[in-house]
């Protein structure tokens, strides 16, 4: 009985122990890996005679008929190549020429025209122009085929609202540039896809975006749904209960729903891609909320230059839970690039009907130029195409603005402009001042005055250059040929400075080239009383303007405001000197959207100099109303407040001045 | 089988009330079921290697003994490509489903033999390129072999070059793919479209909704988003060796090399030729080669002999001239000698034309232009050309070096139409290393100043000095701007004191009790913190008035992108040890600022924790010191910029103290501080602080100006 009991409990132990090494053994054994057998992936196998397997085409096989001869374009469709005749535009440039339009115009049609009017590309005349522009007409009137029609051949049709009236004549080979084309017809490099804009979209300057922060606050919702009847919805980050289909309709928990003015409040905004949503990607564009565009069936406005990748998201709305969860699972600093992208898109292309039409001329300009075209960075990167101007350079570190993305700082020498209008009394001491500057590398004298400018100058370490100037304010701000470096010392012939000033102002300059850097300053306020804008030269707690009568800034600032700004603005400069300065201070902040920087300036030239400053507002009324009138030019007030100076590092620290490099600064 | 076991055991309880022959019985049972399992392991064990070796026979086959598949004379055909599909009307989206890599799955059809009715093989089985190209894909992250979780299929029915196919009875073949459903998610890779007389610019197979990946594609065929340009792959990239030449003064000017030019093309260059004399160079084939001399290796001109592609290298500009088809292998060639491709060839899309910006290495010229192309090409400045042929030859070695190259560009082309959201960049695809390496994409990049009303955030890290703490708040708390008030209790031994004692303000005032004494926990990315601005704030750092940190919040909103402190290090290299050294004294530059008492944005506290490169958080928590050394590195680093001091130096601690401000200044410490920029400077493989010479103030500091009247005049007193 025991041995038997026993022995059935061995039995029973040991086959129990075998039932465990069979099973852990296998396993073991896959876990191990080997080379791979079934169940492995195969892949594609390796041919013994891969090395034999034939080319896919013989070296040289040439066939016979590849000496076909040339096409012509094919079909009904259009490209660039084929369809536009670049001949036609002298100078490699670009001149439209706008259709007049028969019977009574509206007043936005009117805006259009004016903003046309107003840039660089208008032509007076047809047979100078290389582009003919015409309009669409308004809801209900339709536009019989207009003059110089010749197949549409060099034309552009410009529809900014979406046209009610079917085409009246047949488009042949004009391009079309209208709001949200679908993406079947349109046709890639040659028509000009455009944002559908509301009726009230501004003229001009237009509203700024509505990012107030670069991350989005920790409150506000992950999404907004762009709703059909106009609005947007929003959820919170828990948003994956809701399918976004129209199925939680009735779930209206956490939601709230805007009424359709309104812009959404959320770090996303989900827009489905049928046309009329397009309204909705501009609202989601200004408020800084990321355009998630599911499945457009229209084409992105100017996607020919503009790379929406960094600042929407275009996925398919069949595999919309994966897009939900990648928006929410997607890193901050993405969100926060693709966030800032949309406010600076919105400023610098899509904010006012002006903008719109301009960035479509600078397209077809850009398809004229070819390899001068402006370089994908600078439509993609602050401060956008417009106000980067190809036929300045194509280089972007010929520019102030792109010398961070590229690792590099400009370079070290300056040009001095001294500025001599009348009495023409030649600025001796201030030569002197400036050429003792070791990063100085050039003194140029423009010369306004009456008097003839004197035979002999004093000797200077740099070459001293007189030109001669045409006796107007804003000839200062010609790009003269002279100037040979990117930084200017713009300086007056009455300026006062020491060679120290110079030197540290220029070290700060080359920390912010993309700003003026200025030694006297102004600023500007709001004037209750007389419902304008007002500025002042006292000395204040903070400034928004530096004078163009010391002050450092790059040179492309020159080509700038000669060549992209509208005629009458400069007419404006020329009428009063004080407003050349506006001038200069206005275009740069409205291009780099930041303040001017001070540095110091001693006491002792402020006793010596001249009284040139505004005293009151009731004492130079023409100026204060320059400020005004740039302000409607631009279609806002640009100028943005500093409170800051930057000095030197020991700048009057309780430490032996032997210490410091900038010494003669510290003069009481 | 667990079941029995148990029994097994249960079963010596049982056995004693059982018969004899019971008990035989059981123990037949139990050999029976023993032999049954050593029996099945012995099977298990062996059998394996001889399965495994017979399949390592099956791989290492010849591609002549493939199974052959006989067509049908009848069998369907697919209709012809439909020439308006787009991703979200023709291809199913369905089938790539949820991938947490973001990458599509490649299924790959196994190898056939197409035969028609009569025995007369369709195609070649497969080219040497083609066999190149699904290795490539099979070798790649993309494949999968489960035909059942594939997004996209490749046949193995090899269309590179449609001359060496029958057309009819190569769309049979297709059709007959086991999920072919109308071409949906199949990917045709076709480098020569189009045959006599008129050259079509795409496949001409019928192929009804399939993607094809083609190297020749007009306007007028190719489908936008949908199919995808591709190179004509240039076997001489694999056969010759061409090292990189930089830009540099280069012979010619302007370089034809083709052969087969159409006369009418060929009169317009030799014109040119004779206009512009010696810069501009017109090869053509060689007649007069001797035997054994490969033709495709030589370019005549008259009876000069110049070796191909050698001679690219020696031209600034290559023509690369449409034949009969647009896209030309020579493009390639072209690309790779860093000579900058001149394409007159009018509608055509060039290779990856979808991500790949070819503004910057090419020039297109219509061909009606082409007369006038010198007079272009010379308007083009120096230093852009120069950038366009390092430009070419960087598109040749990422995209068209090997059929590899091609391939996997073209899979991550459709890849990321599918997941947008994890798409390469613009500059990821089009800048060449040197430039992404030097590059800069800072992280605030829009010119913004924040709202005052926004207010900061201050953190005060602090282990149990808790008298100097709440002077501190209450310092602190008298800033008009502050909005809330952290307080990073660091010390795990220790309670902090009770809310009773803690000094009444008028903000909120949170206390984070950490998990471990760690530097680190002071840039920690709480969820307390609400505003963008944050002020890092030591705990013993009283002397800083209320005007002080005013103005350098004030500073911060117009440098969000920076860190704005109040004192200020410098960094210089010591040419003596050749290293770098930390300095504290009074220095006309400044690199750092100490982060004891530093505005900065919130954002970083989240690259701090989560993206610091290499073991530099780790690093500083095991050594206990130099977070703000760290911190000053990962800003300038991912900004590009430096930092902004504010005010004067003065004292922070207290008044009374000897060094001048805070951290001892003796020796081991600033060795210390030293080593960690060297270390610092390693990981990051760069120097990135910056070194200035200018500090901000206010306005009107220590102007000539009533005291009332500033803004901030309680600045810089000791």
């Known amino acids: 009985m025991q041995s038997w009991r026993r022995k059935s409990l061995w039995l029973a132990l040991s086959a129990s122990w075998l039932l465990v090494l069979l099973r852990v053994f296998p396993l073991l054994r896959l876990a191990v890996p080997t080379r791979p057998w079934a169940g492995a992936p195969q892949g594609w196998p390796r041919w013994l005679d891969a090395e034999l397997l034939p080319h896919f085409s013989q070296p040289g096989e040439l066939p016979k008929d590849d000496l076909q001869p040339p096409r012509g374009p094919r079909g009904g469709s259009c490209d660039w190549g084929s369809c536009f005749d670049v001949s036609k535009c002298r100078g490699g440039r670009l001149k439209v020429f706008v259709q007049p339009v028969a019977g009574p115009i509206s007043d936005a049609h009117r805006g259009i025209l004016a903003s046309i009017e107003s840039s660089r590309y208008h032509s007076v005349s047809p047979d100078e122009a290389c582009l003919l522009l015409g309009l669409e007409a308004p809801a209900g009137e339709c536009s019989p085929v207009p003059p110089q029609w010749n197949g549409g051949r060099n034309h552009l049709v410009l529809s900014l609202h979406p046209a009610f009236c079917p085409q009246t004549f047949q488009l042949g080979q004009a391009m079309v540039a209208k709001a949200g084309p679908t993406v079947d017809t349109f046709r890639p490099g040659f028509d000009v896809a455009l944002p559908l804009l509301p009726e009230a979209h501004p003229l001009r300057g237009g509203a700024p975006g509505q990012l107030g922060q670069h991350s989005p606050h920790p409150g506000v919702p992950l999404l907004a749904l762009a709703e059909e009847r106009g609005g947007w919805r929003t959820a919170g980050a828990d948003s994956s209960a809701c399918p976004w289909d129209g199925r939680c309709e009735q779930d209206r928990g956490p939601e709230q729903t805007h009424p359709g003015a309104t812009l959404p409040n959320a770090t996303f905004c989900l827009i489905p891609g049928h046309g009329p949503d397009a309204l909705h990607f501009l609202q989601a564009l200004q408020a800084g909320c990321i355009p998630v565009l599911l499945s457009p069936r229209w084409e992105l406005p100017f996607s020919e230059v503009i790379d929406w990748t960094k600042a929407a998201i275009v996925a398919d709305e069949r595999l919309l839970f994966q897009v939900l969860t990648a928006l929410q699972e997607m890193p901050p600093t993405r969100v926060l690039a693709l966030r800032q992208q949309t406010q600076f898109l919105w400023d610098a292309y899509f904010s006012s009907v002006e903008k719109v039409i301009h960035t479509t001329l600078e397209i077809i300009q850009d398809r004229i130029f070819g390899a001068s075209a402006h370089p994908s960075l600078l439509w993609n990167s602050p401060p956008g195409a417009l106000l980067a101007l190809p036929t300045f350079s194509t280089s972007p570190l010929d520019f102030p603005f792109y010398h961070l993305q590229r690792g590099s700082r400009p370079t070290g020498r300056f040009s001095a402009l001294i500025w001599v209008g009348d009495p023409g009394q030649p600025p001796l001491n201030l030569i002197q001042a400036v050429a003792g500057s070791q990063h100085c590398a050039q003194i140029l004298v423009l010369w306004s005055s009456e008097k003839p400018p004197p035979l002999r100058w004093p000797k200077t370490a740099v070459p001293l250059t007189v030109l001669a100037g045409q006796r107007k304010a804003s000839d200062r701000f010609l790009p003269h040929t002279a100037i040979s470096t990117d930084a200017i010392l713009s300086l007056d012939a009455h300026s006062s400075l020491t060679t120290s000033e110079v030197d540290f102002a220029f070290v700060v300059w080359q920390s912010f080239p993309e700003r003026m850097v200025g030694f006297l300053t102004w600023s500007h306020f709001w004037d209750e009383a007389r419902g304008g804008w007002g500025y002042t030269a006292e000395r204040a707690n903070e400034f928004s303007m530096v004078l163009t009568s010391a002050a450092f800034y790059h040179r492309y600032y020159h080509t700038l405001l000669t060549h992209s700004l509208p005629e009458a603005l400069r007419t404006l400069a020329d009428e009063a000197p004080t407003c050349a300065d506006i001038l200069m201070n206005f275009l740069v902040a409205a291009v780099t959207k930041l303040p001017p920087i001070k540095v110091p300036y001693g006491r002792q030239h402020l006793e010596a100099r001249p009284p040139l400053t505004p005293g009151g507002p009731e004492s130079q009324p023409p100026a204060q109303d320059c400020i005004n009138q740039m302000a409607a030019e631009f279609g806002s007030m640009p100028l943005v407040s500093s409170r800051l100076r930057l000095d030197p590092v020991l700048f009057k620290d309780p430490v032996s001045v032997l210490r410091k490099k900038y010494r003669s600064l510290e003069k009481p | ?718």
Request: aromatic share 12%.
């Open chain 2, 1 to 718: 089988m667990c079941a029995s076991v148990k029994y097994n055991i249960r079963g010596p309880a049982l056995i004693p009330r059982m018969k004899t022959k019971h008990r035989i019985y059981y123990v037949t049972l139990f050999s029976i079921v023993l032999l049954g399992l050593i029996a099945t392991g012995m099977f298990q064990f062996w059998p394996h290697s001889i399965e495994s070796s017979s399949d390592w026979n099956v791989e290492k086959r010849s591609v002549r003994d493939v199974p052959v598949v006989r067509l049908p004379a009848d069998s369907p055909i697919p209709e012809r490509g439909d020439l308006s599909c787009r991703m979200h009307t023709c291809f199913d989206v369905y089938r790539c489903g949820f991938n947490p890599k973001n990458k599509i799955k490649v299924y790959i059809y196994s190898l056939k033999k197409y035969v028609d009715d009569s025995g007369v093989p369709v195609s070649n089985t497969i080219s040497r390129e083609y066999n190149e190209l699904l290795t490539a894909i099979s070798d790649s992250d993309y494949y999968t072999d489960d035909i059942n979780r594939a997004c996209l299929f490749v046949p193995s029915i090899d269309v590179l070059n449609q001359n060496t196919l029958r057309i009819k009875e190569t769309a049979q073949a297709l059709a007959q793919l086991s999920r072919w459903d109308r071409g949906t998610n199949h990917l045709l890779f076709n480098m020569l479209p189009g045959g006599p007389p008129d050259y079509n610019t795409a496949l001409d197979v019928p192929r009804d909704r399939a993607l094809l990946a083609g190297g020749g594609f007009s306007t007028w065929t190719y489908r936008q988003g949908y199919d995808v340009s591709i190179p004509v792959y240039s076997p001489l990239s694999a056969e010759v060796d061409l090292p990189e030449k930089g830009p540099g003064p280069r012979r010619y000017f302007l370089l034809s090399s083709q052969m087969a030019v159409h006369p009418e093309y060929r009169e317009d260059l030799e014109a040119l030729q004779a206009k512009h004399g010696e810069s501009v160079l017109v090869l053509d084939k060689c007649t007069n080669l001797s035997e054994g001399v490969l033709s495709v290796h030589k370019r005549c001109r008259e009876h000069q002999v110049f070796d191909y592609p050698q001679v690219l290298q020696e031209a600034i500009f290559c023509v690369v001239l449409r034949g009969a088809r647009l896209g030309q292998a020579v493009l390639s060639d072209v690309l790779r000698a860093g000579c900058v491709p001149v394409v007159i060839a009018d509608s055509y899309i060039l290779p990856f034309s979808e991500v790949l910006d070819w503004k910057r290495a090419s020039v297109v010229v219509p061909e009606e232009k082409m007369s006038d192309v010198y007079g272009i090409l010379q308007s083009i400045p120096q230093r852009q050309i120069e950038e366009m042929q390092r430009q070419a030859r960087w598109f040749w070695e990422a995209y068209f070096q090997s059929i590899k190259a091609i391939a996997l560009a073209t899979l991550q082309i459709i890849s990321d139409r599918i997941y947008p959201y994890a798409a390469l960049s613009y500059e990821e695809w089009n800048d060449p290393p040197t430039v992404k390496w030097s590059s800069v994409s800072n992280p605030l990049f829009l010119p913004l100043i924040p709202p005052q009303s926004q207010g900061f955030t201050a953190i005060v890290l602090t282990y149990d000095r808790v008298e100097s703490l709440f002077r501190v708040i209450t310092e602190v708390s008298k800033v008009p701007s502050l909005s809330k008030l952290l307080v990073v209790w660091n010390n795990q031994n220790k309670n902090p004191p009770e809310d009773s004692l803690w000094p009444k303000i008028r903000v909120p005032l949170k206390v984070v009790r950490t998990a471990e004494n760690k530097l680190s926990n002071r840039f920690f990315p709480y969820d307390e913190i609400e505003t963008e601005a944050v002020l890092a704030i030591d705990d013993d750092i009283i002397m800083l008035t209320s005007d002080e940190l005013q103005f350098g919040y004030e500073v911060w909103r117009e440098f969000p992108d920076r860190l704005v402190g109040y004192p200020g290090r410098l960094h210089l290299w010591d040419h003596e040890m050749n290293k770098w050294k930390y300095e504290s004294e009074w220095t006309n530059e400044v690199s750092m600022v100490l982060t004891g008492a530093a505005f900065y944005h919130k954002y970083f506290n989240y690259l701090y924790t989560y993206k610091m490169p290499g073991d530099i958080k780790n690093w500083v928590d095991a050594h206990m010191n130099c977070e703000d050394i760290a911190m000053n590195f990962l800003v300038a680093n991912v900004t590009g910029k430096a930092v902004i001091k504010v005010t004067p130096r003065k004292k922070f601690k207290c008044p009374e103290c000897t060094a001048i401000d805070g951290l001892s200044l003796d020796q081991t410490h600033m060795v210390e501080r030293s080593e960690c920029i060297n270390k610092f400077a390693s990981v990051f493989g760069t120097m990135p602080l910056k070194v200035v010479e200018h500090r901000a103030d206010p306005v009107l500091y220590k102007d000539d100006f009533p005291e009332k009247l500033k803004s901030f005049p309680n600045i810089g007193s000791l």
